[in-house]
């Protein structure tokens, strides 16, 4: 049951969901768009007995993380772009001691420093892994204040079920802006046991160890294959998105998070010309949606695909595998921290039913 509904900012209501989630450690170093994030987990943390560091460096926070994470307890940290770059290092030690913890990325224009402007030009980072070895990140890709509170909460358990770091990754305006969000009375945490975490022996014979480090080539070889087993499992039991219009579309746009939002009153405005346009929204942007696009692609209605982002193409790359060849797909992006336009986006549906698009 909710409660009344509140007006709150975005970053903000990242933290409070982590708290309501049972999060009780947050280390992390300020940047922007994030800043309030850190803001309030320092503020909060005091008053509820939790611990809250702004670490030295994006080095440090993320190091903290795997310390706190392996005593069992639920951790998260929260960045901008830069800053989850320097913490690669460390996110690549948590999946390979398979510790769960929870890491927030509101992403700013690149490549470099670039601006405090939104981006989505970290999806490829944080999908395919972003530091070193063979690993994968629990990837979700919240549309609107109301999800970044719920799917903050599920980031938590989804850390704990898998073992593994889930990631929110958002925007410069997702976390600035403001709407009501309405929170439950009560949240669905999952209590998941930790027989593994290192917090001494508890009567056993022997402490246990938590470590990413395998000599023995055999060994290490094993862990991966170990790895790889979960990572199917998630990508058969854990994909999630939305989708509409699809049924009757002639062109399937594909988009996550604000630019979604943007897409939502495109489709009105091409109903409104005879032109019939779905959409397939990633929610969680790792599992990707393949399936749900494949079955796009078959249907004989849809004539072509179109991948709105705020990048210069990265998950249009996997839309297009998952499209095979069978559709035409075709793409529109804005960089630098430029939103594309309702406007910009219509005259590219257009040009595509019109067959102007090559």
Known sequence: MATKRVLMKGNEVIAEAALRAGCRNYFGYPITPQTEV??????KMVEIGGNFVQAES?????????????????????SSSPGISLKQEGISYIAGAELPA????????GPGLGGIQPSQGDYWQATKGGGHGDY??????????????ELTVEAFNLADTYRMLVMILGDGTLGQM?????????????????PWAAVGRG???????????????????????????KYKYIEEHEVRYEEFGVEDAEIVITAFSTCSRICRNVIRQAAELGIKVGMIRP???????????????DRDNVKAFLDIELSAGQMVEDVRLAVCGKKPVYFYGRMGGNLPTQKEILEKIIAIHEGREV
């Open 102 to 109: 929870v890491a927030v990325n509101i992403v700013r224009a």
């Open 136 to 149: 994968r990140n629990l990837v979700i890709a919240p549309a609107s204040v109301q999800e970044l509170y």
């Open 178 to 194: 403001m709407e009501p969000v309405a929170f439950r009375d009560e949240e669905p945490i999952k209590v998941v046991d930790k």
């Open 203 to 229: 009567g056993r014979q022997t402490h246990n160890t938590v470590t990413s480090i395998y000599i023995n080539p055999d060994d290490l070889e094993a862990k991966n294959r170990e790895l790889q087993e």
């Open 58 to 78: 994006e080095v440090s926070a993320i190091n903290m993380v795997y310390g706190a994470a392996a005593a069992g307890a639920r951790v998260m940290t929260s």
């Open 38 to 43: 850190m803001h309030y987990m320092a503020k």
């Open 283 to 297: 929610i969680t942007l790792w599992p990707f949606p393949s399936a749900p696009i494949a079955a796009a692609a």
